[in-house]
Nanobody
Framework: HVQLVESGGGLVQAGGSLRLSCAASGRTFSNFAMGWFRQAPGKERDFVAAITWRDGSTYYADSVMTRFTISRDNAKDTVYLQMNSLKPDDTAVYYC????????????????????WGQGTQVTVSS
C-alpha cells in the first residue's frame, strides 16, 4: 500500500513563501497522479494542484495559478508545492493526495478521484 507524509508547513507573513513536501512510501506506480488539496476550518476540501508522475503534466486551481508551483522528484518518490506571494486566504491544512487512475477532463479537481491521502500539514498566513 502507499503511504503519504506531508511536511514543510508553518507560519508565514502575507507575501512570503513556503515549500511543502510529500514523500510516498510503500508500493508506488509510475503512472500515479499526485497533488494537493487544502481545507480551512468550517469549509470543504478544495483542489490546489496536481501533477502526473510519469510525464509531469500540471494542473492548478485558478486561485493559486501563477503563485504556486507543483513539481516532483521521481528518484525520491516526492512531490513538492512551492507557494509564493502567500495570502491569508491560503491558510488551511494542506493534504497530499495520490491516485493510480488515469484521469481526464476535470477529474483532477475532485476529491473522489484520489484514493490515497496524507495526514495534512498546517499552513498559516498572517496579515
Amino acid at each position: 500500500h502507499v503511504q503519504l507524509v506531508e511536511s514543510g508547513g508553518g507560519l508565514v507573513q502575507a507575501g512570503g513563501s513556503l515549500r511543502l513536501s510529500c514523500a510516498a512510501s510503500g508500493r508506488t506506480f509510475s503512472n500515479f497522479a499526485m497533488g494537493w488539496f487544502r481545507q480551512a476550518p468550517g469549509k470543504e476540501r478544495d483542489f490546489v494542484a496536481a501533477i502526473t508522475w510519469r510525464d509531469g503534466s500540471t494542473y492548478y486551481a485558478d486561485s493559486v495559478m501563477t503563485r504556486f508551483t507543483i513539481s516532483r522528484d521521481n528518484a525520491k518518490d516526492t512531490v513538492y508545492l512551492q507557494m509564493n506571494s502567500l495570502k491569508p486566504d491560503d491558510t488551511a491544512v494542506y493534504y497530499c493526495v495520490a491516485t493510480i487512475l488515469l484521469l481526464g477532463g476535470d477529474s483532477y479537481y475532485y476529491t473522489s478521484s484520489y484514493g490515497y491521502w496524507g495526514q495534512g500539514t498546517q499552513v498559516t498566513v498572517s496579515s
